[in-house]
């Protein structure tokens, strides 16, 4: 006879076989004493239970498969979770105390106990404090490069002015991130405020290494980057190239200039939607007609803000999509054209046409260099060129012709020279795999082709050469500046990963590249 002991509770604890398996001993054994274990064990399951026993869990994978998972309760882990949930989910810490949360909670996991409110926002401050404690070790290594981007606005309902910076880096597994380590008031949007405010947050970090800061093109921010210059350390060509001005920023302003001339086309559409737009009754009547007119579509006309050139360019082609509509719903409410006395025509929408595919570009670009989770640098280039020749192609029609000049003069304002492009943009594309020397060697051409004209195909060719050279010797001496002062004297070597070539079909100026057999060149060929 099996005697009844810890041992045999050990054994069974708390489990989906518990029963089956007791009862298999009593048959074996031909004892009845057992069976009071199951009793017990199911009376009082979570006592009996082993918290550090670990168990088979089923997991079902993405593919449709089923995997066999091993799973072990872990306080540590779940208490981790928690906290995540609460500051990314950003949950009030009341929310700890639902009811309806402690039931999800305990059919997920009887075993969790869940903390108080006050205590959750104790281990909220604590666990805050330990990481921003892990964050300052990282970002005061010397050996840590660090590129900020920053940006400064007035609440209109608080009257208030806020600072935010974030700072964007590399981990030791060549992880990108980027963390918000300031966000505060501050007096005012004077340069040398905001300098001020910017040199505090990077000695509070203690950042040694400081390579560039990215921010918009008000002047205000040329005169902070101006005092921050003189008083940080050890920046490259002296800080010539430490400010980036944001290449998002720079096509809202070029779209801007050209969206000044936007003729009595744009105006009736513009009219005419925020006419609908304007109460319940109407926005259903419009989609009466757009059901009438058979658009079997979800989407609806969108409106447009003074800040957000992109709402303009969405508004117009969400017009054109739903043109059909218009016609009907002016039948349908007796005071549109008579309260807007004139209400968009066939011509209008034709006309319309022809901006939204002047501005798509441009849109699709601005959401390009808006990314976050990859890296953009190494595109800057490319991009940029891209525009250029946008910007001359269109400039041949009649109807663009005062656009497309004011907006080329904004254009030239910053990136019309190569000299005006930062340094780390041409570092980037030498060593992008995809593209180095070759492909700086094509851009050249076409700036000196567009700047100086004049100049014979040979000679074209021997500056841009040179030009190459000089961009590659710069680049050399960063290097050798970073060699000295960090080498440890030893040397690692990472395995070389497949690289993927991205390329970019609505790139007029990437695909010249590619038609040239650039990409497929020898970077050392003539001498680069």
């Keep these: 006879m099996i005697k009844e002991d810890d041992g045999m509770e050990r054994r069974y604890g708390k489990c989906q076989w518990c029963e089956r398996l007791l009862k298999a001993d009593v048959e074996r054994n031909g004892t009845s004493s057992l069976l009071k274990h199951v009793d017990r064990c199911q009376k009082n399951p979570n006592k009996l239970q082993d918290p550090t026993q670990t168990k088979l869990n089923l997991k079902k994978e993405s593919n449709g498969d089923t995997s066999v998972k091993t799973w072990k309760h872990d306080d540590a882990r779940i208490k981790k979770a928690l906290l ?10 009341k929310f700890v105390e639902n009811e309806a949360f402690v039931e999800y909670t305990n059919a997920l996991n009887a075993k969790v106990v869940l903390p108080s409110r006050h205590t959750i926002s104790r281990n909220v401050s604590k666990f805050y404090i330990e990481e921003r404690t892990k964050m300052l070790q990282f970002l005061s290594n010397p050996k840590t490069a660090i590129h900020l981007t920053t940006d400064t606005w007035t609440s209109s309902c608080q009257m208030t002015t806020y600072m935010v910076v974030t700072a964007h880096f590399i981990d030791e597994n060549w992880m990108m991130h980027k963390r918000i380590i300031n966000f505060r008031e501050i007096d005012s949007h004077k340069g040398e405020d905001m300098g001020r405010e910017l040199l505090d947050c990077i000695r509070g970090w203690g950042m040694k290494n400081v390579m560039t800061i990215t921010l918009d093109n008000a002047a205000t921010n040329d005169k902070a980057m101006d005092f921050l210059v003189k008083k940080l350390p050890n920046l490259y060509e002296g800080g010539k190239h430490f400010q980036v001005r944001c290449m998002a920023h720079i096509l809202n302003l070029i779209v801007k200039d050209g969206l000044k001339y936007q003729n009595y086309h744009v105006e009736c559409i513009q009219k005419a939607i925020r006419y609908i737009r304007l109460s319940p009754q109407r926005i259903n009547k419009f989609k009466k007609a757009m059901k009438d007119c058979g658009l079997q579509t979800k989407k609806f006309l969108c409106g447009d803000t003074p800040t957000r050139w992109n709402s303009t360019f969405e508004l117009l082609k969400s017009a054109y999509e739903l043109r059909e509509a218009f016609t009907e719903f002016g039948i349908r409410d007796k005071s549109y054209e008579r309260d807007l006395g004139r209400v968009p025509e066939n011509y209008d929408f034709e006309v319309v046409t022809e901006m939204v595919k002047f501005f798509e570009k441009f849109k699709t670009k601005t959401e390009l260099v808006s990314a976050t989770s990859k890296p953009l640098v190494n595109l800057f280039i490319r991009e940029v060129l891209d525009v ?34 930062n340094d780390f943009m041409y570092f980037a594309v030498l060593l992008d795999p995809t593209t180095k020397s070759p492909f700086l060697l094509h851009a050249f051409k076409k700036m000196i082709g567009y700047m100086e004209p004049s100049l014979t195909p040979a000679s074209m060719d021997i500056k841009a050469r040179q030009m190459v050279r000089e961009v590659e010797n710069r680049m050399e001496n960063l290097f050798m500046t970073y060699f000295e002062r960090f080498d440890s004297g030893g040397s690692s070597q990472q395995e070389a990963s497949q690289i993927a070539i991205d390329v970019d079909d609505d790139n007029d100026f990437f695909g010249d590249f590619l038609c040239t057999g650039g990409s497929n060149s020898d970077p050392t060929d003539n001498e680069l």
């Design 388 to 421: 250029d020749i946008h910007l001359r192609k269109w400039s041949t029609k009649p109807m663009f012709l005062d656009m497309v000049k004011d907006m080329r003069t904004k254009y030239e304002k910053y990136w019309g020279a190569y000299n005006k492009m």
């Design 84 to 93: 995540n949930l609460f500051m990314v989910g950003e949950l009030p810490f």
